[in-house]
């Protein structure tokens, strides 16, 4: 069958698109050729406004370095001077007091000493901008070349002359007034010289040539902010020209493949429209959208041989969709246990309460037949031999029927309580960071002389592995000794059962370890007692399933405790055993 041309399209729009320079291009070849471009004129203008940005940017880096070091220079020169005459003048009052004198005239040779290597660095300094000195540069070397060149030998003659006269000043020397008035004579005689108030000058130049060269500071940081406006225009302009021509090459290369495209559409709306699957599209050239097309054309086949196959799995569809009635009801019916579930929370809760009732007045029942039989007791000789025995035979069966009452009144609240408990989630706002090695510890201790209290023949070896690597866990303390206090008592009756059925040359050893397993803490309860049959591991944490003799257990303990650990602490909790050799329990909580 030959292939229809596409709807919609006239011979001479088809030949103009075959001769379109970009259909002589495959998809991924024009993409690249578009992208290339584009990127290339994003990356060579942005490079280009970045080196032209950087490079005067660093230059007004460079300048405003160096006017900081200018500053840097005059500003320690200056505060040398004024410290040094400062100091000088103090020493003039001190003359009297030889160890503050000697004091402030360290003072003077530590400037001085500053002073010196200032001037030396500012010689430095001019030689170093003389070197490096370019067209633009805004540090102006020749206030500073001119005001060295005018205080030339100033400073070191000053510093040369006050170390002459301090020298010549001993201080611990001066005994007389005389002698002391005569020190400070040529001290002040110094500080008036023409020499000093060169000096002082120094202080006073240094001041203009400062204010000269924060200006100069701020056309450093002018400089500086120029070139970064000047990259960042760069950069922006080179982004704009990108987009332009990277939307102008895009516009090109989906309008080359959006001809094609649209011819096949129109095909597939024709089938779908007039469900008629012998049409087929228009393959346009070889590149990859004429790859669409014939892969297009054997879609269609394919569908066409898949509406027949569709026929033959309808019956296959309709099976699963039993199945999937059968698990709906399933689940309905899990939902329906999970109400009854907190329905029979409910109703054990409002039972407590008359509960109570019952197990304390059966308890009062009991003490008052008691206090009964001994208030008769002392008149029994007062009635008749035959009626007193009958009124004691009532009271004993009266005591005995209370005493039922009691006992299995608080068998029911025992049960009525682990229903709460087993109904109730656990609160993670109430937890705490737990020390898991003691707190197993001290349930497993707690397990056993629990059960040595029931049965004073009780006994057994303890074989513990605690691993002291692991860390606290953040955890219910309370639900969690719950859990291994549980685990433990039963462990416990296990062994106790078979130490009854094996006599003395039964060995009882309960093992525990800890165990920290990558993110994880791993918990090992194991006992030797009779073990479990495998239909027992199925149902053991089932709620009211329990192997030990009425009235001993509820059922409702390891149920509990499964909660505990996977619903509220996010943990597995297992059991393996073998019978007659041992029964393991598994406690994994995250780390």
Known sequence: MNPSPPLGKTTAETKAIKQNLFSRLKVNQRITLGFSLALGLAFAGTGAGIVIGNYYQVQALNEEAHVRKELNLLSQLQTGVLQSRTHQQQLIPLSEFPEDFQDEYSHILKHSETIKSVLQSLTMFIEESSRHSEPGHVVDISKIDDFLEEYDGIPTTYLDELDRIVTSIDPNSLNTPEDVERAQQALLTFTNSDLAISFDGISDDLSGII?????????????????????????????????????????????????????????????????????????????????????????????????????????????????????????????????????????????????????NFAELSVELADELKEELDPKK??????????????????????????????RADKIVANMLQHSRNGNNDEWEAVNLNELIAEAVNLAYHGMRAKQSDFNLDFDNDYDESIDTIKGSSQDLSRVFLNIASNACYAIYQ??????????????????????????????????????????????????????????????????????????????????????????????
């Open 381 to 410: 000789e007062q009635f008749d031999p035959d009626l007193f025995s009958d009124v004691m035979e009532i009271i004993d069966t009266l005591k005995e029927n209370v005493s039922k009452i009691d006992y299995h009144g608080k």
């Open 498 to 591: 078979r130490q009854l059925t094996e006599g003395p040359d039964f060995k009882p050893l309960l093992k525990v370890r800890s165990r920290q397993e990558g993110n994880n803490v791993v918990v090992y309860i194991r006992d030797n007692g009779p073990g479990m049959s495998t239909e027992v591991m199925d149902k053991v944490f089932d709620q009211f399933f329990t192997t030990k003799p009425t009235g001993e257990g509820t059922g409702l303990g390891l149920s509990l405790s499964y909660n505990i650990v996977v619903e509220q602490h996010n943990g597995t909790m297992e059991v393996a055993s073998e019978e007659g050799i041992y029964t393991d329990f598994i406690v994994t909580l995250p780390a």
């Open 211 to 359: 204010a000269t060269a924060n200006e100069e500071l701020s056309q450093a940081r002018q400089s500086a902010k120029n070139a970064q406006a000047l990259r960042n225009r760069l950069i922006i302009l080179s982004m704009a020209l990108s987009s332009v021509c990277g939307g102008l090459l895009a516009w090109l290369i989906s309008r080359s493949i959006n001809a094609p495209l649209t011819a096949m559409e129109k095909t597939a709306l024709q089938i779908t429209q007039n469900d008629n699957f012998d049409l087929r599209a228009e393959v346009m050239g070889n590149d990859e959208v004429g790859t669409v097309a014939s892969a297009f054309n054997l879609l269609i086949q394919r569908v066409e041989n898949l509406l027949s196959d569709q026929r033959v799995r309808a019956q296959e569809l309709e099976e699963i969709n039993q199945k999937l009635v059968s698990t709906q009801r399933q689940m309905i019916a899990q939902e329906k246990l999970a109400s009854l579930g907190s329905l029979t929370a409910g109703i054990a809760h409002e039972i407590k309460n008359p509960l109570n009732f019952v197990n």
